[in-house]
């Protein structure tokens, strides 16, 4: 999934890729967020309204920590 919201307390961005570990039965997700080494960054609760599925060709990029 593709984060749409900066989580400013977890260091992540806008268009940060991550991974959905859990969906719930009435909606939204826990999705977790690693590093290049696979060290999980975060692991979150999030609404639909806050990621959006990776679609087409996407080029994941390298950012400082």
Known sequence: MVLKRDKEGWGL??????TV???YP???????????EG???ALLDLAEEEVAPLRGP???RAKSA
């Open 13 to 18: 961005e806008a268009g940060d890729v991550g």
């Open 26 to 36: 009435h909606g939204g997700y826990v999705v977790e967020f690693v590093d290049h």
């Open 21 to 23: 570990v859990l969906v």
């Open 58 to 60: 996407a080029l994941l």
């Open 39 to 41: 060290n999980t960054l």
